[in-house]
């Protein structure tokens, strides 16, 4: 039977359009509906290739997260009111959507009324990113999730997360996140003994990525360690930004703040760098992992990210904690530090060992295993 797949997502992000293009590639046939072409709190433009992409018609909602961690978030929630009509003219045979709201219900109802489709949620979410999200959420899901022929998830925490709604794991596929980490994975290995201790951040500076918290270890250990001079680079820009710059720290503690540059100068700042730090509270996978391991560096992270989750061996690619607990980050802090040389470049090594394989066109593959097994049931 030939493969005609809708996929139903929010936006197509720049370091999601290489897999969606191996999709394009490894289908007979994919059509992606978009809710917009790009949120207004993202620094991207719409990018869509080749693909073939409809934008649908929607309204939007504007929420606050609130999430247990103590953190706020802003959110945009769209609602398309046109995915019955949308894809009863394109008439797939597979659905494929992506989140747990009111885009993912009307797809659930569609396959039920069209009971040939089959119906695939990607469930890009954690067991961190999930808390806080209220009552009526988690009734929708209750019904939702269970509606789907298979589930598509990032790691072993979105499938904990999903097995708690009953779902047997014969229905639950891995596909790890990626993106195309070509120009980050020839970024020099060599190290200065100054890079090769030197901390390096890329994302937002919002709550939600925990820097004051790592930062205030950061400073106890720096003040335990007179004698260490220590740098710390931060890219990035958000709500963050002045009360990190404005933290006292102790003279031998160099923070450097870039704010946001362009995509295409990211390698050269990983090359002069020799730990990526990711301190998040919560994230669903975490990109700027990716890149960093393809650059070589061993990650200081968070069990709050997915990615580290997945990614991250204690002591061989990285150094892992607790986000909410400060002693589990300073014992981290002081880990990482501590390493010698020596084995900070085998580390080095086993980062970029580590991620060779998780190239969009395998993460696709996951995606057509997961088509493949419910079109055969």
Sequence with gaps: MSQRVAFLTHFIAPYRLPLYQSLATQLQDLKILVSTPM?????????????????????????????PQGFAETLYVHVPYDTFWVLGSYQPNIVISHELGMRTLQAALYCKWRKKTKFIIWAKCSESTEQG??????????????????????GDSGARYIR???????????????????NFSGVRLEKSQEEAYRLLFVGQLIERKNM?????????????????????????????RSPLETQPVPE??????????????LPELYAQAGMFVFPTLADEWGQVVNEAMASG????????????????TEGKTGWVFQPDRPSEIYQAID?????SPET???????????????????????????????MAR
């Design 164 to 182: 708690r709604f009953g779902i047997p794991s014969e229905k639950i596929f891995r596909a790890f996140q990626s993106t195309d980490t070509s």
């Design 212 to 240: 004051q918290r790592f930062l205030g270890e950061l400073v106890k250990w720096a003040e335990n360690y007179p004698e260490r001079s220590l740098e710390f680079w931060l890219v990035g820009d958000g709500s963050e």
């Design 133 to 154: 999200r209220g009552k009526l959420r988690e009734m929708l899901r209750r019904w939702l999730i269970p509606q789907a022929d298979g589930i598509v998830v990032n």
């Design 39 to 67: 949120e207004p709190n993202r620094p991207w433009q719409s990018n869509w290739g080749d693909l073939n992409v409809q934008v649908q018609r929607k309204f939007t909602l504007i929420r606050t997260w609130n999430h």
């Design 252 to 265: 031998n503690l160099h923070l450097k703040f870039f704010g946001n540059i362009a995509y295409d100068q």
């Design 335 to 339: 880990r990482a530090l501590s390493t």
């Design 297 to 312: 560096l061993p990650i200081l992270g968070s069990l709050g990210s997915q990615a580290v989750e997945e990614l991250c």
């Design 344 to 374: 900070l470049e085998q580390m080095r090594i086993q980062s970029r060992k580590r991620i060779e394989s998780m190239t969009p066109e395998f993460v696709a593959s996951k995606f057509v295993e997961a088509i493949n097994s419910v």
